[in-house]
């Protein structure tokens, strides 16, 4: 992939700040990364495989906080998100205390170096975050092994990676993921026909820590 700003901590941090703004301003909470059916998406197959209401949930790259939100709306109880952005903490927590759910736990931490007691966690949730690690304009290579390794770490063994990218194609993200994890199954995204073929623009994958 191309460099990019994307991939850069100064870029998040400001589109953060701005969101934060915002949301003291007129309430919006931002951006729902890859729409809200990636939500409905992960809940579903959570819900369809009987993933205990109790199981730890980390979600990489919280943002807004609002996947968290919704999980907890569907019963989850053991819920916590990390960003290496400070403001986007700030508003995961605003956005947390306005809609009550003070049993959410969030932490600014930087998941290429994430902290000791960042682990045992059953499930851990990404979107878009890892796309974005890929297009550090530093080394992104070597970004994401580190985020392969953090992932091994904090992840339980047997316990679930759920993963959106609009960035990568499955068959990339099984080459990205083959030390450490088995992929599972293939979650249904929407689909686009350009000059007669046909694509997914989203990929989202569940892969199983061996």
């Not at 870029?11 to 951006?31: K, N, P, S, V």
């Not at 049993?103 to 990404?126: M, Q, T, W, Y």
Request: aromatic share 10%; charged share 30%; hydrophobic share 40%.
């Amino acid at each position: 992939f191309s460099p990019s700003v994307l991939g850069t901590r100064e870029h998040w941090d400001a589109a953060y700040e701005r969101e934060l703004q915002t949301f003291q301003d007129i309430g919006d909470t931002g951006e729902i990364w890859f729409g809200e059916e990636s939500m409905v998406r992960i809940i579903r197959w959570l819900e369809k495989h009987k993933v205990p209401r109790d199981s730890s949930v980390l979600d990489i790259g919280t943002g807004n906080g609002v996947l968290l939100v919704e999980l907890a709306k569907s019963g989850y109880m053991n819920l916590t998100g990390i960003d290496y952005s400070p403001a986007a903490i700030q508003l995961s927590e605003k956005v947390r205390e306005k809609e009550g759910m003070s049993n959410i736990k969030l932490k600014v931490e930087d998941f290429l170096a994430p902290s000791a007691e960042l682990s045992g966690f059953d499930i851990c949730i990404d979107k878009g975050t890892f796309d974005a690690v890929s297009l550090d304009p530093s080394d992104a290579a070597g970004k994401r092994k580190l985020y392969v390794g953090s992932l091994c770490r904090v992840l339980k063994p047997e316990g679930f990676f759920l993963v959106t990218s609009c960035n990568w194609t499955k068959e990339e993200l099984l080459n990205e993921f083959r030390e450490g994890f088995e992929i599972l199954e293939e979650l249904p995204t929407p689909k686009f026909c350009f000059g007669g073929r046909i694509g997914n623009s989203v990929t989202a994958l569940v892969f199983q820590r061996k």
